[in-house]
């Protein structure tokens, strides 16, 4: 009953939870050398860079979104699949209590969160038997922000900027193009994508999906695929998207395309966006012990090499100066004095809320004074402590999904900033210019950098919504984000999204 294979399954998720794999390392080093450091997209680089060296270094997750559990397993003939996909499970459940993992697996009708990650179509384990004596299993670990941004096109279609996309190569490179464009940041930019030419609506998705199991430096075995792969990552960097949709040089990491057979009828173009949190590793393991043989995409043996130096990690925030420093709660003067550029450093306390809680606010009266109030979204990873809680993993959640709500809870209750990654659209900055109030961007997907600005977990309410849905009351020193919308009707996004599309005309 291989009894050696819960605990290589758990250290598995661990790893790929907590550690990226050496082909994103480089690419990720690539793009530190390739933004000015005192540039958004320096500074924002610059963060990512110290959290994927913090999250090696306590053993935490890189992420707080640990994302949806992917594991493709190849079995020899005669290996029991039921029984390997019960152990799969409880180490999943294992990883969860030992806050290698969030709870993210929700009931889709009641949201209730099963609380280990365990739940009707979590975690995600496809099967495949091969000629092959040992039993390998690969994970990926891909988050809800840069899964919302995936895309399915029908060709031939008319896309914004790049006009028709026909059914041929010509029209799958506009196909990925334009995908990378209407990401922006919300996936947590620099990403990878994964592409299917061909397939059905289904297949089509998993295909995409799997190229994320490539590494990306290989190239790919079919030249004609390999010449739209290496167009799209030359153009889409061209772009201008830049780290968290900050612009700048970096958007895209990696493109790897893959191809179906389909129906003549249909000619689907589908696209799995990966963020740059692109957590994805591998293990052989013995069939009769099943305990771990080799280690994939990376050795299993020598430590991961750090990304920036000590000294640079342990300095935190990069500062140029010209950041300014703002107390919660905050003034409308200070709020109306905000520009979008302006690198604020944020002190005292702030209050998480994601989807529950904005849902929940439009019909109750909120469970703390709000007025002059941080409002983070946020679903951290957090642990027991005794009678207290602490954070392991606290980065911004995409805020675009709050867009329905924002506007009306800054006018109700007096927030005066929202803290989120990805920007928000036209009725919320709207709602910023009407309430007086400001949108910050932090660094997507840094968890670790983040968790180190939180002093104390002061309180919580909502509880019942689950650990990432609870409203947490955090007390923070010095956290540092970007005012990308600002309470005078300018937004950052938005530039960057016309400007972006300029461009992508040029690549018509
Ligand atoms: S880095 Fe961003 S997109 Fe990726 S899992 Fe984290 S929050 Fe989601």
């Known amino acids: 009953m291989l009894p050696a294979f819960v605990d290589g399954m758990v250290q598995l998720i661990t790893k790929t939870s907590t550690d990226l794999p050496p082909d994103v390392r480089a690419a990720m080093g690539l793009a530190v050398r390739t933004e000015a450091p005192a ?8 963060i990512i860079a110290q959290n994927i060296d913090q999250a090696v270094a306590c053993e935490g997750p890189i992420c707080q979104d640990t994302g949806m559990p992917t594991f493709e397993v190849k079995v020899p003939v005669g290996v029991n699949q039921i029984w390997l996909r019960a152990q799969i499970r409880e180490a999943i459940a294992e990883a969860t209590r030992r806050g290698k993992l969030r709870p993210n697996s929700v009931d889709s009708i009641t949201g209730e ?5 365990l739940g009707p179509g979590t975690p995600i384990i496809h099967f495949e038997q091969w000629e092959e004596p040992g039993i390998e299993v690969k994970l990926i670990l891909k988050g809800g922000g840069c899964e919302n941004t995936n895309a399915q096109y029908a060709l031939p279609t008319e896309l914004d900027h790049l006009g028709r996309a026909d059914r041929t190569l010509e029209g799958v490179r506009k196909c990925i193009l334009h995908a990378v464009w209407k990401a922006q940041g ?6 990878a994508v994964g592409v299917c030419v061909g397939g059905d609506r289904t297949s089509g998705y998993l295909h995409a999906k799997e190229q994320l199991f490539r590494t990306l430096d290989d190239t790919n075995p079919d030249p004609r695929l390999a010449a739209i792969e290496s167009a799209v990552m030359d153009e889409a960097n061209r772009l201008a998207v830049g780290p968290m949709g900050f612009s700048g040089q970096t958007s895209l990491i990696g493109c790897k395309i893959g191809a179906l057979n389909r129906l003549p009828a249909s000619f689907f173009v589908s696209v799995a966006y990966d963020c740059w949190a692109f957590r994805r590793l591998g293990v052989r393991v013995d069939a009769a012990t099943g305990g771990i043989t080799e280690w994939l995409y990376r050795d299993g043996t020598s430590p991961s090499e750090p990304m920036l130096a000590p000294e640079v990690v342990a300095a935190g925030f990069p500062r140029t ?11 409308s003067a200070q709020i109306q004095s905000l520009e979008v550029g302006d690198v604020v450093l944020i002190s005292g306390r702030i209050f998480t809320g994601r989807d529950a809680v904005h849902a929940h606010l439009m019909k109750h009266e909120p469970p703390v004074d709000l007025s002059g109030g941080v409002l983070y979204h946020c679903g951290p990873v957090v642990a027991k402590e005794g009678e207290g809680w602490r954070v392991m993993a606290a980065g911004p959640t995409t805020s675009i999904r709050e867009e329905p709500y924002q506007a009306e809870i800054l006018k109700r209750y007096g927030v005066k900033v929202v803290i989120g990654k990805g920007g928000m659209g036209a009725k919320t900055l709207a709602g910023l210019k009407a309430s007086g109030a400001v949108y910050l961007n932090a660094i997507g997907g840094a968890a670790q950098f983040y968790a180190r600005c939180i002093e104390r977990v002061a309180g919580v309410s909502l509880m019942e919504f689950g650990t990432p849905e609870a409203m947490w009351h955090l007390d923070v020193r010095d956290f540092p984000a970007i005012v990308t919308m600002d309470a005078h009707g300018n937004s950052l996004h938005k530039d960057v999204q016309e400007a972006s599309g300029a461009i992508l005309e040029t690549l018509q």
């Open 39 to 46: 540039t958004r997209a320096g500074q924002a680089l610059t």
């Open 113 to 117: 969160n099963s609380g280990d990650n």
């Open 186 to 191: 919300k996936g947590c930019s620099p990403g």
């Open 321 to 331: 100066g010209r950041e300014i420093a703002l107390q919660a709660p905050i003034s």
